[in-house]
T-cell receptor, first 113, second 113 residues
Framework: GQQLNQSPQSMFIQEGEDVSMNCTSS?????WLWYKQDPGEGPVLLIA?????ELTSNGRLTAQFGITRKDSFLNISASIPSDVGIYFC?????????????FGEGTQLTVNP | NAGVMQNPRHLVRRRGQEARLRCSPM?????VYWYRQLPEEGLKFMVY????????ESGMPKERFSAEFPKEGPSILRIQQVVRGDSAAYFC???????????FGQGTRLTVV
């Protein structure tokens, strides 16, 4: 089955630093999504990527859909304390019935003021 | 436009009882996913449904678990004869269709005592 390898598992950074995390897969995905989850809450969609090579920004967040369609990265610039949380990548496979959203294991981000 | 609504937010059941978790998708969404999340872990796919159809249930345990998404009303995840190992957060997500971005509810936290 499809699997996503997300790294790093955790990060401890100082406020103001930039952050980068990535996901890789042995399978091709048609869509990459990045979510953030705060404690006790559901994942919130941050960025959606639909085309290989696409680079998309949302405020301080930037994400790219890899050319090979097997990887994606998320960058957070000038981190602030409220960036703390778990970040998940997710991929959607072929656009046929049965396609499901597959998640990475998450990156736990801690920002020290 | 209300988001994905899950209820209850918290559910406590004794071993052997039944748990029924409800998910109302976003307006206009006809696709629903269910995921399970254990503490400190990622999101594990359970089942993917469209209205009145189960598309992919490869992540569902073979026994005691069932899901439905009727023509009218919310999607239901049903766990019969619950055991302590069923304690987890259960998240529902909805989307417009295959390949579309998915939006999550706030989850139901099931505790089996």
């Amino acid at each position: 089955g499809q699997q996503l390898n997300q790294s790093p598992q955790s990060m401890f950074i100082q406020e103001g630093e930039d952050v980068s995390m990535n996901c890789t897969s042995s399978s091709i995905f048609n869509t990459w999504l990045w979510y953030k989850q705060d404690p006790g809450e559901g994942p919130v969609l941050l960025i959606a990527l639909y085309k290989a090579g696409e680079l998309t920004s949302n405020g301080r967040l930037t994400a790219q859909f890899g050319i090979t369609r097997k990887d994606s990265f998320l960058n957070i610039s000038a981190s602030i304390p409220s960036d703390v949380g778990i970040y998940f990548c997710a991929g959607l496979g072929r656009e046929t019935s049965g396609s499901r959203l597959t998640f990475g294991e998450g990156t736990q981000l801690t920002v020290n003021p | 436009n209300a988001g994905v609504m899950q209820n209850p937010r918290h559910l406590v059941r004794r071993r052997g009882q039944e748990a029924r978790l409800r998910c109302s998708p976003m307006k206009g969404h006809s696709h629903v996913y269910w995921y399970r999340q254990l503490p400190e872990e990622g999101l594990k796919f359970m089942v993917y449904l469209q209205k009145e159809n189960i598309i992919d249930e490869s992540g569902m345990p073979k026994e005691r678990f069932s899901a439905e998404f009727p023509k009218e009303g919310p999607s239901i995840l049903r766990i019969q004869q619950v055991v302590r190992g069923d304690s987890a957060a259960y998240f529902c997500a909805s989307s417009l269709g295959t390949g579309s971005e998915a939006f999550f509810g706030q989850g139901t936290r099931l505790t089996v005592v």
